[in-house]
């Protein structure tokens, strides 16, 4: 939510800042902005409501602005509407400081009335600008920048990673971070700040995660890192081991049809390494024996389709822990006075690891003495780094705004994880054991079968894509399945969308369909598929269009009675889901191609959801 660049070196700044924030639009990109200092015009901003283009334009792909010292954003509005004023940087009222803001400041509104009685002046709606200026306030009395910075975080609450640079100080970079991801790149040609990795890699792979109430000053050879108390603090450096190009779309139209064609490698990487002589071995994972034993309840804790990820394996882990499993959204979990203590296992699932209410919910399992477990993607993220425990899904980086490979990554990983607890309680049986293991290592080639052919789904989408709503139905692992298929569809085609427990569709909802009304039926949890027939069969008594999923074997059965059918192939039927959820994500795509949606960029969403 929100990207942040910052660059001092030997270079032209702005190119560099233009090309980093290109890598991080998907964090926000409703509005932009640079800021770069030059020997001869001194601070110069340009920044623009509307898509990083807009930007790139207006400067000439940073060719209008001379200098090798500067900060950028992208934007995903929180406080005041997106438009030219509220973009970042932000600026001092006497025009020296200038500084980027990924978070919230919560105390915004008392500082700023404070300022304001000193006779300070306001330009826009944000918060970000109260940090600009009591940034020049504080300057004003200690005249050292360093200092300036650490009095001004003193006195603001809330999240923050902040780019910050001053005209007096031509060659140094100042950033702090709490609570909203924040990285240093240490490269040949000068230094760098970002959001993401991905912003920089193409300069550098030597990076250093910062941590909550950390200052750096960086300047075009050197990095000084400060903690809350100003003592110098030594970070380790990590090297990113991922290919620029994984980050680039290589060919595809969207980043979001090459992240859902990367799912059989994805799942490949995930899986094989944590397999070895026929057992589950998470050599990552370091939860003793007689804890296990103890273990009184599970919380899967999540948001989106993470949290979709933990539904699904709330019926999978159940059946193979015989152990209650409690699947809960993170913003309500925080708030709910959650019964944990030393014998509840919290599992934590995130993709960016960087999710804040998924943080807010992970630290307040761990103040009640939980044991916290984090299935993440993004190595170093501030979740990843928090967690007792961290499984990393090895899905590379996800750019689209939807996500596709996390979530099929994400699953798997709950699978092994579920097997290699379940072996451990002594709760399921070893030919059950064995069966769900050997077709695990199976799933990516049935995964790529499937994806060489998605031309009927194509077809599918051609004949659906102007309906106005959908209701995607099933039961057990088919309805938490379709839990994901309406989030994808509505969140990148804008079409309203549902997914119901098709039991429960006669307590109410069935009166919502009529003549052409569209349904996506699940059928592809064999031991429910004559009940998910039944359903079928209600809904088209009732007018509905029914688009049936289900597998292979069921094909010809349900195609007497559906109007469409997509069928996916066969697996153990805990693993049903994996192979299940692929269609759902072309269809989300394929329609909202028709429609023309600007598919990995969605309204109104980033990816990263650094805020509350
Ligand atoms: O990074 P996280 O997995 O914590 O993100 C959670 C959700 O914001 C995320 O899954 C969101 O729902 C996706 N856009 C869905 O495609």
Redesign the pocket.
């Known amino acids: 939510m929100c990207g942040i660049i910052g660059f001092v070196g030997k270079e032209p700044a702005a190119p560099i800042l233009l090309d980093g924030l290109a890598r991080m639009e998907y964090r926000g990109y409703d509005s932009a902005g640079v800021a770069v200092r030059s020997e001869t015009a001194g601070l110069q901003i340009r920044k623009t409501k509307g898509r990083l283009q807009v930007l790139s334009d207006l400067i000439h792909g940073g060719a209008d602005l001379d200098g090798s010292l500067g900060i950028g954003h992208t934007r995903w509005a929180t406080h005041g509407e997106p438009n030219d004023i509220n973009a970042h940087p932000h600026v001092s009222e006497n025009g020296r400081i200038a500084l980027v803001h990924n978070g919230i400041i919560e105390n915004y509104m008392e500082l700023k009335e404070h300022l304001m009685r000193q006779g300070v002046h306001f330009t826009s709606d944000t918060d970000t600008e109260v940090v600009a200026q009591l940034l020049e306030f504080h300057y004003n009395e200690c005249h050292n920048m360093l200092e300036a910075v650490g009095r001004c975080l003193r006195r603001i609450e809330g999240s923050y990673a902040f780019g910050i640079i001053c005209a007096d100080y031509p060659n140094a970079l100042i950033a702090a971070r709490k609570d909203s991801p924040l990285i240093i790149g240490y490269g040949k040609n000068g230094n760098f700040i970002a959001s993401d990795v991905t912003a920089i890699i193409k300069y550098t792979r030597d990076v250093a995660y910062m941590d909550d109430g950390e200052i750096a000053v960086l300047t075009a050879d050197s990095v000084d890192v400060f903690d809350d108390e100003m003592s110098p603090v030594e970070k380790a450096h990590s090297t990113i081991d991922w290919d620029v190009s994984a980050a680039e779309k290589g060919g595809y139209a969207h980043f979001m049809a090459k992240e859902i064609m990367e799912q059989p490698e994805a799942i490949r990487k995930t899986v094989s390494p944590r397999i070895r002589d026929g057992r589950v071995v998470l050599d990552d994972l370091h939860l003793p024996e007689e804890y296990v034993r103890g273990l009184s309840r599970i919380f899967v804790i999540?948001?989106?389709?993470?949290y979709h990820v933990g539904v699904v394996s709330k019926y999978i882990w159940e059946k193979l822990l015989r152990r209650p499993v409690e699947v809960v959204l993170a913003s309500e979990f925080r708030y709910s006075d959650p019964l944990v203590d030393e014998r509840t296992l919290v599992i934590v699932?995130?993709?960016?690891?960087?999710?804040l209410d998924?943080m807010a919910a992970m630290r307040e399992a761990k103040r009640r003495g939980g044991r916290t477990l984090a299935i993440v993607n993004v190595v170093g993220s501030s979740i990843a780094r928090e967690a007792d425990d961290v499984l990393y899904t090895w899905a590379g980086p996800e750019i689209a705004?939807?996500?596709t490979k996390?979530y099929s990554t994400q699953l798997v990983l709950m699978d092994l994880v579920g097997l290699y607890l379940a072996e451990k309680l002594g709760t399921v049986a070893e030919d059950e054991y064995e069966a769900i293991l050997s077709e695990m290592q199976l799933l990516p080639d049935k995964m790529q079968r499937f994806l060489d052919h998605t031309e009927d789904i194509q077809y599918f989408a051609s004949r659906y894509f102007n309906h106005g709503s959908v209701f995607f139905i099933g039961r057990n692992l088919d309805y938490a399945m379709g839990l994901e298929g309406s989030?994808?569809l509505k969140?990148i085609s804008y079409i309203h969308s549902e997914a119901y427990a098709s039991g429960e569709l006669k307590h109410g909802t069935i009166s919502l369909i009529e003549s052409g009304t569209l349904v996506v039926a699940l059928g592809t949890y064999a031991p429910l598929f004559d009940k998910a027939m039944s359903n079928v069969v209600e809904v088209k008594a009732r007018g509905a269009e029914v688009l049936a999923l289900t597998t292979e074997d069921f094909r010809e059965k349900m195609e007497k009675t559906a109007d469409a059918t997509i069928a996916v192939p066969v697996t153990h039927p805990l693993l049903q889901p994996s192979l299940g959820v692929v269609p759902l994500q072309l269809f989300a795509y394929y329609v909202a191609l028709q429609r023309g949606c600007d598919i990995d960029k969605p309204r109104n969403?980033a990816?990263?959801?650094t805020v509350e």
């Open positions: 999540a948001c989106g389709s993470s699932i995130s993709q960016s690891g960087e999710t998924t705004v939807a996500t996390a989030l994808k969140e969403l990816k990263s959801v």
